[in-house]
């Protein structure tokens, strides 16, 4: 991607898609799944010094559709999106702040201190949104992106996680298992 792509400040779904394909950076940096996996169809703002601590945030937002793929099997008559999916997504935010901010290496969830469902996400729902606010970002010889997360649903706090770990990672380091 060109430098003004690397460095805007929102991201529609081509972007994302071409991050998950190619790398935010191209071969060697940090890349987002793809769909069905990517858990987000934008980034609406990030900020390298913004946010609750001033070091960071991330804001993206997912149309949620009744025919999205997880809605089918979980649960068939009781359609719910998985939690698991939700925490995956603020994970690849954390990663993504990370290679956005200039560090190499591919991404790996580490982590989380607490997390918290207090609502679901049904067919009902229209709009998720996710807020990420960064609480440090080590950038040194380990690259360790850390951060406070919320899941909203229809402007509805449903989901939080606090201390987010994602570290990128050399190819060798993960041949290595450093990891």
Known sequence: MSETTERAHSFGKDALIECGLHGLRGPGSAQLPVPPMLMFDRITSITEDGGKYGKGQVTAELDVTPDLWFFECHFPGDPVMPGCLGLDAMWQLVGFFMTWGGSPGAGRALGAGQVKFTGQVTPAVKCV????????????????????????????????????????????????GAM
């Open 129 to 176: 949104r996710y807020e990420i606010n960064i609480r440090r970002a080590m950038r040194g010889r380990l690259v360790l992106g850390i951060g406070d997360g919320t899941m909203f649903a229809d402007d509805r706090p449903i989901y939080e996680a606090t201390d987010l770990r994602v570290g990128l990672f050399s190819q060798e380091q993960l041949n290595a």
